[in-house]
């Protein structure tokens, strides 16, 4: 509790906390990877972030007038911030590389985790006029958690449809189900947290979703 008053009070430390999170964890995942080739991977993300900010920047406005509706203002977050940059990103990555289908999979995660770490700060620090606890420490961990899930049920359905289970295409349908659950995740927090300004909610949705990636990580993949 300390820790989040501490945060919530200092401005700096929370943009601080903006700025480094993503390449924190990021250096984390190449501590424990050995394959020399996801930094390549990881360089790719971060000179798409570039691209796309730097063409963000030139034909369009940083700033825009919020309506007061939880469905335009989901809608324009979900494309803008998750979808739209999330599907031309590993599309794009998925086209391009001519590497096997497991290793395109397990790069989703570099790519996506070294692109967010230049686009998300772009976006909250030059698209918001005042800063908040929201924007700059409750925001990254949904952003976070939210491209933890997408990895992790990414590796489940492909394990899945390696195996012979007689149930596997249910459990599938399932994990994709979740898949784009999480995928809105982010742009459901932002919608009601400028409508209703309620730290409580989206302070909930964070801590739901970090336990989910603790449930998925040792009931899937803590063994794989």
Not at 47 to 52: D, E, H, P, T
Request: with cysteine.
């Amino acid at each position: 509790m300390l820790i989040l008053i501490f945060f919530h009070d200092n401005i700096l430390v929370m943009a601080l906390f903006l700025l480094v999170l993503f390449p924190c964890v990021l250096g984390l995942y190449f501590f424990q990877s050995v394959n020399g080739k996801k930094y390549l991977v990881a360089f790719a993300g971060c000179f798409s972030a570039v691209v796309y900010c730097t063409a963000a920047g030139l034909f369009s406005s940083a700033f825009r007038l919020v309506p007061y509706s939880f469905f335009s203002n989901f809608l324009f977050y979900f494309l803008t911030q998750a979808f739209i940059p999330l599907v031309l990103l590993n599309g794009i990555f998925f086209i391009w590389s001519k590497d096997s289908l497991e290793y395109k999979i397990d790069s989703f995660f570099p790519l996506t985790v070294s692109f967010y770490s230049v686009y998300l700060p772009f976006s909250i620090m030059f698209g918001v006029i005042e800063f908040n606890f929201y924007q700059l420490f409750i925001k990254p961990l949904i952003f976070l958690f939210m491209i933890m899930s997408l990895f992790f049920m990414i590796k489940i359905i492909y394990n899945f449809l390696l195996n012979d289970s007689k149930n596997k295409y249910l459990f599938i349908v399932l994990m994709v189900f979740a898949f784009f659950i999480f995928l809105i995740i982010p742009a459901v927090a932002d919608a009601l947290f400028i409508i209703t300004d309620n730290y409580f909610l989206v302070s909930l949705i964070a801590l739901i979703s970090g336990g989910f990636q603790v449930f998925m990580y040792f009931m899937f993949l803590s063994k794989k």
